[in-house]
């Protein structure tokens, strides 16, 4: 929406080699409302003087936002995540690559408009789906996390237990390798639920 958008991000991030990525405030359109908020990410103002490890905490920890469509990085930018693991999103691993790498630019002009939509591989229709989707999304998270050396933050271990614990229940597979981020009782409990799983009632359980 702004005709100029690309020019004055590019023109910045020629200008000023420290940085590795530029982004913007956005509109967002609510499509199932058909109502539009307007200058949405003004919070990301905080990231132009972070430092390497409160940008990568604050990306980890939501924070704040970053709208894909309002970026613009290097083409070797984003090959710096080349041989690094494939999760279901592949935006928050960029920024969390690119973290490491140089400071980010935030221009507080709303520039796109971000459609926000069910049916989406991040907002999926069935329970089960959108449960998954969270759960390859704090998987990302440890592996960007241990991969540049940081302590993983425990509410994020208790979140994936408990999103683990609601997907076995809802008849999801439970993969060997999930059992290093979870607690003894967890691992309990998952192990009884996988036994109950084929029998539970799931619509009237919820």
Known sequence: IDPLKLQKQVSFLEENPEYVLSHTNCNILFEEKGKVRTSANTSNLILNSASKDELFFALVEKKVKIYTPSVVTTLANHLKMQNDKVFKMGDTPLWLTLSQHGKF????????????????????????????????????????????????????????????????????????????YLSEPAINRIRKLEKRAPYINKISYY
């Open 105 to 180: 630019h935030y221009l507080n002009e709303p520039t796109v408009v971000y459609r926000n939509s069910r049916g989406t591989v991040s907002r999926p229709n069935d329970r089960i789906d959108r449960i998954s989707f969270r759960l390859s999304s704090i998987l990302m998270h440890f592996y960007y996390i241990e991969k540049y050396n940081y302590q993983i933050p425990e509410l994020l271990f208790k979140d994936f237990e408990k999103f683990l614990i609601d997907y076995i229940k809802l008849g999801g597979h439970f993969d060997s390798y999930y059992m290093e």
